[in-house]
């Protein structure tokens, strides 16, 4: 059985084969653009996007797909467009409790299975100084949120509550809960 990561993020990269997994890195190529509200319900169709989008083209093969979000006084927070926005973002995420969200799908689409859903945990930032945050601004452009936890010289973020693993960008327990459900479901 073939199995795909349709990401070419080198954190879901990473904690998969932590997992023992062996897969192919076939990046999605979907627009990612949804009008859901709610981060719960935008992370899950995003995923869904990603595996169907290389799904199409693999249909026998395992699909894994992934979409992670930052979520903070209101605000649905992704990757940073430039500069300026990463300012604005780390500003906004400056000292407050933020939910990062991650969805997560896998799926085969010649049987017909589908397993997914997502993982939330929950940050508090540290309070940085305007200096601190212009030096921080730039660094992680590929991230939700314009941060990077697993970054030892990120010094942005100080407690964590839920999954770690999640806010790197891929819910390692969560998915293995998900991958045994993907295992046992039927046709």
Not at 43 to 66: H, N, S, T
Not at 88 to 102: C, D, E
Not at 144 to 171: H, L, M, T
């Amino acid at each position: 059985m073939q199995l795909i990561l349709a990401s070419k993020s080198p954190r879901r990269i990473e904690l998969l084969k932590k997992l023992g997994m062996k897969f192919d890195i076939i990046p999605s190529q979907s627009a990612e653009r949804s009008t859901k509200k709610r981060p719960s319900s935008r992370v899950r169709e995003l995923a869904l996007q990603k595996a169907f989008d290389v799904a199409k083209k693999y249909p026998g093969a395992v699909v894994i797909g992934a979409d992670t979000l930052v979520f903070c006084k209101g605000e649905i927070i992704g990757k940073p467009k430039n500069i300026q926005d990463a300012k604005r973002i780390l500003n906004k995420l400056n000292g407050a409790w933020q939910s990062v969200y991650t969805g997560v799908c896998i799926l085969q689409q010649n049987t017909h299975k589908l397993v997914y859903g997502y993982d939330v945990s929950y940050c508090k930032a540290r309070h940085l100084s305007q200096q601190e945050l212009v030096h921080l601004a730039g660094k992680h452009m590929d991230k939700a949120g314009a941060y990077a936890v697993q970054d030892k010289e990120d010094p942005f973020i100080e407690r964590i509550v839920g999954s770690r693993s999640n806010v790197v960008g891929f819910p390692v327990e969560f998915f293995q809960r998900l991958w045994k459900e993907f295992l046992i479901c039927k046709k």
